[in-house]
């Protein structure tokens, strides 16, 4: 676990920046639906009968803001768990372990 948060691993190999751009674009894409929530809620707020609709859009945007460290934990842990290619390791770097030597 102590290779979580480690930005080096996000270039360690194709497979490791393949990866990440995937996750960054999950992570862009619940911001960019969240933010959008909170405007069309905001607008809604306008409107007398629309307040209860945009209580919920709030919410469900609030969700989606929640889902952006998911996101974010869950590319630390899938690039803690990828082996490292022993050509993308530094020199005298050792594998993490003996399972993930190639």
Do not use: C
Not at 43 to 60: D, H, K, P, Q, S
């Amino acid at each position: 676990m102590n290779r979580l948060f480690d930005h080096s691993l996000r270039s360690a190999s194709a497979d490791h920046a393949e990866i990440v751009r995937k996750y960054e674009l999950y992570r862009t894409i619940v911001e960019f639906l969240a933010a959008v929530l909170f405007i069309i809620g905001s607008i809604f707020f306008f409107y007398e009968r629309l307040v209860f609709a945009g209580t919920w859009l709030f919410l469900i945007g609030s969700v989606f803001f929640a889902v952006r460290p998911t996101i974010r934990l869950l590319l630390e842990l899938r690039l803690a768990n990828l082996p490292v290619p022993k050509e993308f390791r530094p020199y005298g770097a050792a594998p993490v372990s003996e399972d993930t030597a190639q």
